[in-house]
């Protein structure tokens, strides 16, 4: 892509400027179907948003690798608690507030006399009040040794998952290049209807300039001259609708490049292939090899099969090891945080665990699972028989619009011979302004008639590339 857009940038003739994610393409030189369908997929946002989907395959893959490894946690946690108790409950359930006092007889040996003495002593209790500080670190390690196979089924399922969205993504891209091949065909034959009626427009005004000339020499009436000029006025309104419309699908081939509506340049032609030598079965077979859609639904039946075996995981036990690490430390309140707490704790643990019964909610799980993927496997039968019939269907429709393209190009070059002798008959006087208008006519409607067979081909045949999913040009 960034060649292509260096020849866009510095051909003569071409300009390619705005910003990067809506280009403005301004070109006098032929840009072919190869280089436009080019630029779909590096600016329609329909593969954009595919491919953006895309992202999460990598880390999905990562996510079920690593569920494999144990689980690493690490904690370091400061905290101070400060308290202060200004009551107290006595024995008898009452509540007394401090400070309290209350005195004491105490009996007590005095040595000098020698005899038992007492002695009163009062004593005051104040509300207990302080702070204190704790740190903490741990590292924690768990790992499930065992969990019943659950896990390789879903890195089979992530991985599976992954394709899917790169082939929907290059599904996404198929149709792309076949839409801008159809419109590519819409376009080129609106050029070519453009021309047809300019042409019919030319040919009304001769006719308009026969008639003028022949009723002043009086061969003709007026009504031929009146009947000519509304036929000129009806030639004028086709030419004017046919580049309305062909400027239409230009911006509608703009908007499906995901490119500036505003763009323009010219188109290469899209020759007719020959008589076709397709061998019908081949193409079936190609179709199964290459139609991304078929190889979604393989995908999606092996993510359902993988997905019934997960559930059988349910009925085997799980078992899970661990590692504990710590460190802590109380401190009070004049002792400030520290990092390197000395009081130190280590833990292992190991765990088995079966769950014997859960209220058939296994069962349940493993029917559904069983449901998903039988349902999965019929809607794969369903696209291989819908895939077969559109490639038949298509190659039917192409050889029988191939066939009627050949006649209808035969009666396009005998209408124009016609055409061209009833004009000069009626330049002679030799026949009616009737019957030159009826050539006409009959010229216009076999030229749009071979216009719109060669329209229908390569329609049919993008139908066929399509069922295929591959090109055949």
């Known amino acids: 892509m960034k060649k292509l857009i260096a020849v866009l940038i510095f051909c003569p003739g071409l300009l390619f400027a705005g910003e990067a994610r809506n280009p403005l393409i301004q070109s006098t030189i032929p840009l072919s179907l190869d280089s436009l369908q080019r630029i779909a997929l590096e600016y329609n946002p329909d593969v954009r948003r595919a491919d953006i989907d895309t992202r999460i395959n990598r880390i999905g893959k990562a996510n079920a690798v690593g569920a494999f490894l144990p689980t690493v946690t690490v904690g370091l946690q400061f905290s101070e608690n400060q308290f202060y108790y200004p ?80 082939a929907s993504l290059l599904n996404t891209q198929k149709i792309l290049d076949q839409s801008v091949a159809q419109s590519v065909v819409l376009i080129l034959t609106g050029e070519k209807m453009v021309m047809l009626a300019q042409k019919l427009l030319e040919q009304r ?140 704790n280590t833990s292992y ?41 559109g490639v038949r269907d298509a190659y039917y429709n192409l050889q029988k619009v191939f066939d009627q393209s050949i006649i209808t190009e035969k009666n396009r070059d005998l209408a124009e011979k016609t055409l061209e002798l009833e004009r000069e008959r009626y330049r002679l006087g030799a026949t009616s302004q009737l019957n030159l208008r009826s050539a006409q006519l009959t010229y216009a409607q076999t030229e749009t008639e071979n216009l719109s067979k060669i329209l229908e081909y390569h329609s049919q045949l993008i139908a066929l590339e399509l069922a295929v999913g591959k090109k055949l040009r």
Do not use: H
Request: zero cysteines.
């Open 87 to 166: 009551t107290f409950i006595n024995p008898d359930g009452s509540v007394s507030t401090y400070p309290i006092s209350y005195s004491d007889t105490v009996l007590y040996w005095d040595e000098n006399t020698q005899q038992v003495l007492r002695r009163v002593e009062s004593y005051t209790f104040e509300a207990e009040e302080g702070k204190n500080r704790s740190s903490s670190m741990y590292l924690a390690l768990q790992e499930t040794i065992f969990q019943g196979g659950q896990r390789l089924f879903q890195l089979r399922q992530a991985r599976k998952t992954a394709d899917l969205n790169d």
């Open 205 to 344: 005004r001769d006719m308009l300039e026969l008639a003028t000339a022949r009723f002043e020499v009086g061969t003709v009436t007026r009504l031929d001259v009146l009947q000519a000029e509304i036929d000129v006025g009806s030639a004028e309104n086709d030419s004017s609708s046919a580049a309305r419309d062909l400027q239409a699908a230009r911006e509608n081939l703009n908007e499906l490049l995901g490119i500036n509506l505003r763009s323009s340049f010219p188109l290469e032609e899209i020759p007719m292939m020959g008589p076709l030598k397709f061998d019908l079965d081949g193409l079936v077979e190609t179709a199964y090899q290459n139609r991304t859609d078929l190889q979604m639904a393989e995908l999606s039946v092996g993510i359902s099969k993988d997905a019934v075996k997960e559930t059988y995981s349910g009925y085997l036990p799980t078992a899970t090891a661990g590692v504990t690490f710590s460190r802590s430390e109380q401190s009070g309140a004049s002792e400030s945080f520290t990092l390197s707490p000395r009081s130190r």
């Open 349 to 389: 643990s190991l765990s088995v665990y079966w769950t014997l019964f859960d209220g058939f909610s296994r069962e349940s799980s493993v029917v559904a699972a069983r449901i998903a993927r039988d349902k999965a496997y019929e809607e794969e039968r369903a696209l291989r028989l819908s895939i077969e019939k």
